[in-house]
């Protein structure tokens, strides 16, 4: 199965074309920002302007407007192609990287917002063993047991902690991979990881 992948859910930006899980082509760019401006320029590139079959994308979490630009992208090609679109959740391919075929837990850790950090714990065989959370570094440290942390905030999780190996890796579509079956969601909405800033004003009584 030829599956295009899209990740643009936090500060990289990245897309690949895989044959049954093998790497074709792909590439990866740490942007900050300007997700929507380079995410289809990066896609026409890749062989056959990415077109595929399945398309995979990253629901999160991370950026706001990162997720947005991923699934928007990933929904438009899907209605052209008329290509099945499946969502991966982001801590679980950057847990996957950080195994890559090992049999360790390993806890992710990705810069979330208000200077918090979305945490999750993954078992030796890559299934999540504590459910996605949104933590202040002193509550991440206290309730991250795993010895090996992964993502873009693991070297400042393991500093607060003062004990673990710290893996700085942020997703990359080219390493899609190496997540298994059971984390390919046909249900494509985000995950936020956080309840958004802005609220819709109560309803006057």
């Given at each position: 199965m030829l599956t295009l992948a899209i990740d643009s859910a936090t500060e990289a930006c990245s897309v690949a074309l895989l044959e049954d899980g093998r790497l074709l082509a792909g590439d990866f760019r740490m942007l900050g920002r300007g997700h929507a401006e380079h995410l289809v320029p990066m896609i026409a590139?890749?062989?056959?302007?990415?077109?595929?079959?399945?398309?995979?994308?990253?629901?999160?979490?991370?950026?706001?407007?990162?997720?947005?630009?991923?699934?928007?992208?990933?929904?438009?090609?899907?209605?052209?192609?008329?290509?099945?679109?499946?969502?991966?959740?982001?801590?679980?391919?950057?847990?996957?990287?950080?195994?890559?075929?090992?049999?360790?837990?390993?806890?992710?850790?990705?810069?979330?917002?208000?200077?918090?950090?979305?945490?999750?714990?993954?078992?030796?065989?890559?299934?999540?063993?504590?459910?996605?959370?949104?933590?202040?570094?002193?509550?991440?440290?206290?309730?991250?047991?795993?010895?090996?942390?992964?993502?873009?905030?693991?070297?400042?999780?393991?500093?607060?902690?003062?004990?673990?190996?710290?893996?700085?890796?942020?997703?990359?579509?080219?390493?899609?991979?190496?997540?298994?079956?059971?984390?390919?969601?046909?249900?494509?909405?985000?995950?936020?990881?956080?309840?958004?800033?802005?609220?819709?004003?109560?309803?006057?009584?």
């Open positions: 590139k890749l062989p056959g302007k990415g077109r595929a079959p399945r398309i995979a994308v990253a629901l999160g979490p991370g950026s706001f407007t990162g997720v947005r630009v991923g699934l928007a992208a990933a929904r438009a090609l899907a209605l052209a192609w008329r290509a099945e679109l499946v969502g991966y959740p982001t801590l679980a391919l950057v847990a996957a990287m950080a195994r890559r075929g090992g049999a360790e837990p390993v806890a992710a850790a990705m810069t979330g917002g208000h200077g918090e950090w979305f945490v999750q714990g993954f078992a030796a065989d890559g299934l999540a063993s504590r459910p996605l959370a949104s933590l202040r570094p002193d509550d991440a440290a206290a309730q991250t047991p795993e010895r090996i942390i992964a993502g873009s905030q693991a070297a400042a999780l393991v500093a607060a902690r003062g004990h673990g190996e710290a893996l700085p890796l942020w997703p990359d579509a080219r390493e899609l991979g190496l997540l298994g079956d059971t984390h390919f969601l046909p249900d494509v909405q985000p995950l936020y990881g956080r309840a958004p800033d802005a609220r819709l004003p109560e309803p006057s009584r």
